[in-house]
């Protein structure tokens, strides 16, 4: 078999696997909406902080270090 021959079938082989294992149009639909779902999900489960307060004062008190031997 000559080069030109063997990459022609190659090229061939290769589109033929391709349209093999191509996913239809259901497929993709359905892997948008599971996405779409996950992001959604993880927008709802993010905790929200409400402050009563606003300013420097209504900041998260930072975490001191123990003191050795505790």
């Known amino acids: 078999m000559h080069l030109a021959h063997a990459i022609a079938a190659g090229g061939l082989a290769a589109r033929a696997t391709t349209r ?3 996913p239809d ?3 993709i639909a359905d892997a948008r909406d599971r996405a779409i ?3 959604a999900a993880a927008i709802d489960t993010t ?3 409400v ?5 420097r004062h209504a900041a998260p008190v930072p975490v001191r270090p123990r003191p050795a031997g505790a």
Not at 51 to 55: F, I, L, P, Q, V
């Open 51 to 55: 402050y009563a307060e606003r300013g």
């Open 37 to 39: 779902a996950r992001r």
């Open 47 to 49: 905790p929200r902080v």
């Open 25 to 27: 149009e259901s497929e």
């Open 20 to 22: 093999r294992t191509r």
